[in-house]
C-alpha cells in the first residue's frame, strides 16, 4: 500500500523528532517562568512547552534558537497529523461519511499544531491559545469517531478503540481540568505547576496514543492485503 508510510512509519519517526528537538530547546532556553523571570534555565514543572517557542524568554533574553527549534517540532508534528488523517479517511471506506467527518476533524488538529507553531505565545498570544485549545477539543471528537469505526471494522482489533476511548477520556479531563478548574496562573501562581504538569501530561498521552494507533493501522493494512 503506497500510503502506508505515511500511516505507520511517519508519526513515528515525527513523535521522535518532536521529543528530541524538544529537549534541545530545553536545553537551549534563557531561563523565567510566568511568575519567576529570575528563574534560571528550563523547569519541566514551571514552564510551559509554549515558553519554548517564545521570542524573547521570561528573563528577558532573546529565546530565538529554542524558539525556532522548538516551533519546527511542532509544525513537524502537525504534517505528520494532517497527512496520517489525510491518508487513513480511505481505509474505512463503508463507512464512508464518518471516515470523512474524522479524517477533516484530525488534519484540522493537525493544522492546529502547525498554527501553534506560527504563533509564538509573546507575540500573537489570542491565535496561540486559540490554535492550543482546538488540537485537543478537535482530538477530542476524533477519538470518538475512530473508536466507533474501530468496532465497526472487522479485522481491526477492539483494544486500539478503547485505547481511544481512554484517550478521549483523558483529553476531556484535561480540558476541563485546565480551562474550568484551574485558575488563571498569572493571578494565582500557585496554580502554574498544575497548568504545566497537566499539559505534559496530555501531551505525552497524545503522542503515546498516536504511536500506538499506527500500530493497530499497520496491523490493519495487513490484515486487509492478506
Not at 527549534?69 to 464512508?96: A, E
Not at 488534519?107 to 496561540?128: E, R, Y
Request: hydrophobic content about 50%; proline content about 3%.
Amino acid at each position: 500500500m503506497k500510503d502506508k508510510f505515511y500511516i505507520v512509519e511517519m508519526p513515528k519517526y515525527a513523535i521522535l523528532i518532536f521529543i528530541l528537538l524538544s529537549l534541545v530547546a530545553m536545553y537551549l532556553y534563557p531561563g523565567g517562568t510566568l511568575n519567576n523571570p529570575n528563574q534560571e534555565h528550563y523547569s519541566f514543572i514551571h514552564n510551559f512547552f509554549s515558553d519554548l517557542g517564545t521570542t524573547v524568554s521570561y528573563s528577558g533574553v532573546d529565546n530565538m534558537v529554542s524558539c525556532i527549534i522548538f516551533n519546527s517540532s511542532l509544525c513537524i508534528i502537525g504534517v505528520s497529523f494532517l497527512l496520517l488523517f489525510l491518508k487513513i479517511r480511505t481505509l474505512f471506506s463503508q463507512y464512508r461519511i464518518l471516515s470523512i467527518i474524522g479524517s477533516m476533524l484530525g488534519i484540522f488538529s493537525g493544522l492546529c499544531f502547525i498554527g501553534v507553531g506560527l504563533t509564538p505565545a509573546d507575540t500573537s498570544i489570542d491565535p496561540h491559545v486559540f490554535f492550543a485549545h482546538w488540537i485537543f477539543r478537535s482530538l477530542f471528537i476524533v477519538s470518538i469517531i475512530y473508536s466507533i469505526l474501530i468496532f465497526k471494522s472487522e479485522g481491526f482489533d477492539n483494544k486500539y478503540a478503547f485505547g481511544f476511548i481512554i484517550f478521549g477520556v483523558m483529553v476531556l479531563a484535561y480540558v476541563v481540568y485546565s480551562e474550568l478548574m484551574l485558575r488563571d496562573p498569572r493571578e494565582f501562581p500557585e496554580d502554574l505547576m498544575k497548568h504545566v504538569v497537566a499539559q505534559k501530561m496530555i501531551v505525552f498521552w497524545l503522542l503515546a496514543s498516536i504511536y500506538i494507533y499506527s500500530k493497530g493501522l499497520a496491523r490493519y493494512i495487513n490484515n486487509k492485503l492478506q
